[in-house]
């Protein structure tokens, strides 16, 4: 086997909070990008796959661990690597050619060696005769072409994308990505081995020979999965929906309680899903003994960040179950789905206590107070130090939504108070000091 090109070795990275402590976004990440392969990084939204790749391309810091190029220490801005990002990231007062010639120019070549290379490559990714056209003048695919071209041109030994098509429309985006994937293929480009991180199963599986699973909060590899049909690849093959099916089931196990930064334990978020989406998927699985969860993507026209929360939250609360990609109502979810309304709210209040501690936590907090009222900021205060601001902003408001809907607790959004349905706890009562 070749050696590696890029080696990460034990990456840590952990962000310091306002106030003290740090959010763990990635921990003990080992990977290897080897030459000739194209391996895809995949995991939930949020995980911090975009990190990682700005890791290894040497654009942040890891708080513990090390990145190697060819067995040596990798040097900021050294390790043979150029990046395509999703926003494109063009400059607008520059033409395209001008913009490709960005990482020439950085590198110091002489202008006429500059033009040459840039020309070349803007030719080979389909650009040619919008040399002096700028970013305003292209179109979103175009634009992107002029991000490839610029990673390009600089003939980098490996190439990071992240989430490069995701920007795109649907056909955009496939055009896009069968040009990309037949340079490589043809050999038509220098780059001996690509990195993409992406947020579909199914691209990765269509592009790369390997796939690294991350698990959430903080990220770690959950697995790593070999694709190994040729291409070019069918998607309607067989063998190419098992290996999807695959990977949906390892994104999609819960991991229970993992520990912050600083040693807590504390247990999974909650999916960030509304419960009409619960009740949605709900209603679809309910005439189906068992849904691919992979061919419902396709169906509801679903990325996986749209779809796995919503697979998530049921299976938190007991109404769903996985298994080998494919999803099922348990006896409680069927009950669910043939209740009216105010059973289907009991339901989901009991279901969701008994398996939502932070749920179960804000009622007894409620419970005690002898007003029955408490401030939103109280219950994001409690969960700041163990998922930092952004997650705990998005886990009291999944909360929130999930306990009207329950009516386990109502809401008033001019004070800002969760509060307990009783007469001395309604909006017109005297105002909580807490």
Not at 39 to 62: D, F, N, Q, W, Y
Request: hydrophobic share 40%.
């Amino acid at each position: 086997m070749l050696e590696p090109l890029i080696v990460a070795e034990h990456i840590d990275k952990i962000y310091e909070m306002p106030g003290g402590g740090g959010k763990q976004v990635l921990r003990g990440i080992d990977l290897a990008v080897r030459e000739g392969e194209v391996l895809a990084v995949l995991g939930p939204s949020g995980s911090g796959k975009s990190t990682l790749l700005r890791i290894i391309a040497g654009l942040v810091a890891p708080t513990r661990g090390r990145i190697t190029y060819h067995g040596a220490m990798a040097q900021r801005g050294g390790n043979g690597v150029a990046m395509v990002f999703q926003s494109f990231a063009l400059f607008p007062w520059l033409t395209v050619q001008e913009n490709v010639e960005l990482g020439l120019k950085a590198q110091g070549l002489i202008e006429a060696e500059r033009h040459e290379r840039a020309l070349r490559v803007i030719d080979m990714i389909g650009l040619d005769g919008f040399e002096g056209a700028y970013p305003k003048e292209l179109s979103g695919g175009m634009r992107q072409r002029v991000g490839f071209a610029r990673a390009l041109v600089v003939d980098p030994d490996v190439l990071l994308m992240d989430e490069p098509f995701s920007a795109l429309d649907v056909l955009t985006a496939e055009n896009l990505r069968r040009d990309l994937l037949e340079l490589w293929l043809e050999r038509r480009i220098p780059t001996r081995a690509v990195v993409i991180v992406t947020h579909s199963i199914e691209e990765a599986v269509y592009l790369a020979v390997r796939a690294i699973v991350l698990s959430r909060d903080p990220a770690e590899v959950r697995a790593e999965v070999a694709i190994t049909l040729p291409h070019w690849r069918d998607r309607e093959d067989r063998r190419f929906a098992q290996i999807v099916d695959q990977i949906y089931s390892l994104l999609t196990q819960r991991a229970g309680e993992k520990e912050t930064a600083q040693g807590r334990r504390r247990p999974e978020p909650i999916p960030a899903v509304r419960s009409g989406a619960l009740n949605g998927l709900v209603e679809l699985l309910e005439d189906a003994p068992r849904e691919d969860i992979y061919r419902l993507g396709e169906e509801l026209q679903f990325d996986v960040d749209d779809l796995l929360p919503i697979v998530e939250g049921l299976e938190l609360l007991g109404l769903a179950k996985v298994h080998e990609g494919d999803i099922e109502l348990t006896p409680q979810g069927r009950r669910y789905a043939g209740a009216n309304l105010l059973e289907r709210k009991e339901i989901f209040r009991t279901q969701a206590l008994e398996r939502c501690p932070a749920l179960a936590q804000i009622e007894r907090v409620l419970v005690q107070k002898s007003n029955g009222r408490m401030n939103r900021e109280f219950f994001v205060d409690a969960m700041e130090q163990s998922y930092g601001v952004e997650e705990a902003e998005r886990q009291v408001d999944t909360l929130i939504e999930w306990g009207r809907y329950a009516e386990i607790f109502a809401y008033d959004q001019e004070s800002r108070q969760l509060y307990l349905e009783r007469d001395e706890a309604q909006p017109g009562a005297a105002p909580s000091g807490d």
